[in-house]
């Protein structure tokens, strides 16, 4: 488990700046991620989708809540924005 803003694990990294959520990982497989978050953000990019070379793994257009689970896709890169 990990907070927004400290590594979640040794192989995935977030930040947050002021309206969206970014989070990656270089593991080389998905696995559902436990995340503590303060509101609700709503995703709007994985790059999980075969059309940017991924596996299709993921949950398109998921809402991260406060003490949330979600699905990190392999190799990939999560933009959520704050709503």
Do not use: C, K
Request: net charge negative; charged share 20%.
């Amino acid at each position: 488990m990990g907070r927004i803003g400290q590594a979640a694990s040794h192989s995935s990294h977030s930040f947050r700046p002021a309206e969206h959520l970014v989070v990656g990982t270089l593991a080389n497989q998905a696995r559902t991620q436990h995340v503590e978050v303060d509101r609700e953000w709503q995703e709007i990019f994985n790059s999980g989708p075969e059309l940017y070379g991924g596996d299709n793994v993921g949950d398109e257009g998921q809402i991260l809540r406060p003490a949330n689970n979600f699905v990190m896709p392999a190799n990939a890169m999560l933009v959520f924005r704050r709503i």
